[in-house]
T-cell receptor
Framework: EADIYQTPRYLVIGTGKKITLECSQT?????MYWYQQDPGMELHLIHY???????EKGDLSSESTVSRIRTEHFPLTLESARPSHTSQYLC?????????????FGPGTRLLVL | QKEVEQDPGPLSVPEGAIVSLNCTYS??????FMWYRQYSRKGPELLMY????GNKEDGRFTAQVDKSSKYISLFIRDSQPSDSATYLC????????????FGQGTRLTINP
């Protein structure tokens, strides 16, 4: 079954730790995204990728970095976590070359930095 | 000013009621208008999308777009407790690549 996966689902970590949020999709989509979502707030795009070896920053400035070495994998890394990074992180993917770009979302990772 | 404005609610209605969810926008370049549904502890999923002004119906859901007023709506008929979720409007514009702008979502509860 084609799907998009995120791990971990929940993460509680101390300040200064390095963390990597994993995202994988089995739909063969070219484009992948990372959004940040705080309660009651809109989704903010922080990173996206058009394909392997392509990464771009989104609208919201973020201290995180991403990589795209494989089509299906788009991990997000925070080198030194801070309480201000506490949020929900949503990964999504979409198929390039279609008229209406439908984004498919993973279940999200809820991050709490103490 | 935000490009997309959506009343965050929360909105609580009895089962069977007709629900109206709305968004306004300021960017006349938006081309496609979408509604996503997000259940608690899940990612958003696409419900419907429309392109032109007018109505589009899918079962109990009707999406309405009024480009002259820069206003979109989602109507839910015969609302069910399973419709309880956060509903996000989203709009796309082509700026070198397609860009999706989301509203902040309206939290809806349908009471049995």
């Amino acid at each position: 079954e084609a799907d998009i996966y995120q791990t971990p689902r929940y993460l509680v970590i101390g300040t200064g730790k390095k963390i990597t949020l994993e995202c994988s999709q089995t739909m063969g989509h070219d484009k992948m995204y990372w959004y940040q979502q705080d309660p009651g707030m809109e989704l903010h795009l922080i990173h996206y990728s058009y394909g392997v070896n392509s990464t771009e920053k989104g609208d919201l400035s973020s201290e995180s970095t991403v990589s795209r070495i494989r089509t299906e994998h788009f991990p997000l890394t925070l080198e030194s976590a801070r309480p201000s990074h506490t949020s929900q992180y949503l990964c999504a993917s979409s198929d390039l070359g279609v008229l209406v770009e439908t984004q498919y979302f993973g279940p999200g990772t809820r991050l709490l930095v103490l | 000013q935000k490009e997309v404005e959506q009343d965050p609610g929360p909105l609580s209605v009895p089962e069977g009621a007709i629900v109206s969810l709305n968004c306004t926008y300021s960017n006349s370049a938006f081309q496609y208008f979408m509604w996503y549904r997000q259940y608690s502890r899940k990612g958003p999923e696409l419900l419907m999308y429309t392109y032109s002004s007018g109505n589009k119906e899918d079962g109990r859901f009707t999406a309405q777009v009024d480009k002259s007023s820069k206003y979109i709506s989602l109507f839910i008929r015969d609302s069910q407790p399973s419709d309880s979720a956060t509903y996000l409007c989203a709009m796309s514009v082509f700026q070198g690549a397609q860009k999706l702008v989301f509203g902040q979502g309206t939290r809806l509860t349908i009471n049995p």
